[in-house]
């Protein structure tokens, strides 16, 4: 079954990869109708597809809020490699996926990392193709197991030999190809629920450095990928230096909103210090989403709940005043004044503008609109 679905996938990708290029090569020319032509090929070829493989139809609904396009397109490559050490990775406790990169290129999450809810991800690097990441999360959305989805698409490509790319899908089966040209130092190593992969790297060291700190370190999906990149850092990582990093992990199950997907998207473009950046940004997202879920029980008027997560945002980030005042917020608008107003007191000696914001906010419903309550926020600010 693998087999005929690969068949029928790559099929359909030639099929809509000769109709893209002919719509590409036409010329408006109205006497002979090469436009006209070449867009009834186009649209028929895509008929095709949404008719016998709805799985691509589905990624391309996706495609504006998750990167992906499941059909094919014409991919220009950068004539330099995309020098990266990466991971693809499975929590199997609670079926999030993931992929975390560095590189010494600027933007690397732009074309290195994908990854989808309920299908997997992956790592496309080196002479970078990244039609990899759309058509292999199309093909795992299918059903087809992520080593048979990356033999196949590497099978096809005739540069294969200077590509690295990595596949996980939602079961934790893991693809893995290193190409023969791939710059050296170059390799690969994968364990239950993860492949971790380097080239053009200061050691043939770094890839087992990952291996051993993604196996060996406690926490969550998110720090034991941060770890893995730290080791191949620690390791020499590129031998060229460092300059972006990225993180996607999504759900486990897709709710057919992207947006609510994602539980962390995060990229550094350019930084002298890409990791520890990373790291950072790790930890604000962490914040947020306890802001996030501290809402939602205010939400449910579960004002214990919401004083929790607010707290635990604040914990993450206190250098950030901006938590600490929703927090206040909340706390009077679930009736608890007395508890709101220290918190009041520590951002507005902080911001002091913050207080002018307090009187707008009951005019959109965030505060109770009642002028003692708020000339008395307002006061924390000559306290």
């Known amino acids: 079954m693998q087999r005929i679905l690969c068949g029928i996938f790559l099929a359909t990708l030639c099929a809509c990869t000769a109709a893209a290029q002919k719509v590409a090569s036409a010329k408006p020319d109205a006497g002979n109708g090469n436009m006209r032509e070449a867009a009834i090929a186009a649209d028929a070829t895509r008929a095709v597809a949404q008719t016998f493989v709805p799985a691509i139809a589905d990624s391309t609904a996706a495609a504006n809020s998750e990167h992906q396009i499941a059909e094919a397109r014409i ?14 990775a499975r929590d199997p406790a609670t079926g999030e996926l993931g992929v975390a990169v560095q590189s010494h290129w600027f933007s690397v999450g732009s074309i290195v990392s994908w990854a989808a ?58 693809g893995v190809h ?40 406690e926490g969550d999906l998110a720090e034991r990928m941060l770890a893995a990149l730290e ?7 590129d031998i ?22 994602r539980v962390i998207d995060l990229r550094v473009e350019d930084h002298p210090d890409p990791l520890g950046e990373l790291r950072r940004l790790v930890r604000v997202n962490r914040a947020y989403n306890h802001m996030n879920a501290g809402d939602l029980c205010a939400e449910r008027r579960d004002w214990d709940c919401a004083s929790r997560e607010y707290a635990a945002a604040e914990n993450l980030l206190p250098e950030m005043a901006e938590v600490t005042f929703w927090h206040a917020v909340t706390l009077v608008t679930g ?5 709101a107003l220290p918190l009041f007191r520590k951002v507005f000696a902080r911001e002091p503008k913050w207080a002018e914001l307090v009187g707008r906010l009951p005019a959109s419903d965030l505060l109770p609109d009642d002028p003692a309550l708020i000339a008395r926020i307002k006061a924390q600010t000559n306290q």
């Open 240 to 261: 060229r230096g460092r300059q972006s990093a990225a993180m996607v992990i999504v759900k486990a199950e897709s709710t057919g909103r992207p947006w609510a997907d």
């Open 178 to 217: 290193t190409g023969s040209k791939c710059i050296a130092a170059a390799g690969h190593r994968t364990g239950a629920n993860y492949s971790v992969q380097a080239n053009l790297m200061d050691k043939a060291t770094v890839w087992d450095a990952m291996a051993r700190a993604f196996e060996t370190t």
């Open 75 to 88: 991919v220009v490559e950068p004539r330099r490699p995309v020098a990266t050490y990466s991971i693809v």
């Open 117 to 174: 809810a309920g299908v997997g991800a992956v790592a496309t690097q080196s002479f970078v193709d990244p039609s990899y990441g759309p058509n292999g999360l199309a093909m795992m959305r299918m059903g087809i197991a992520a080593p048979d989805a990356l033999a196949a698409l590497v099978a096809r490509d005739e540069r294969r030999d200077v590509r690295q790319v990595a596949f996980i899908d939602a079961e934790g089966r893991v």
């Open 335 to 339: 009736g608890r004044v007395e508890q």
């Open 231 to 237: 080791a191949a850092e620690a390791e020499g990582g």
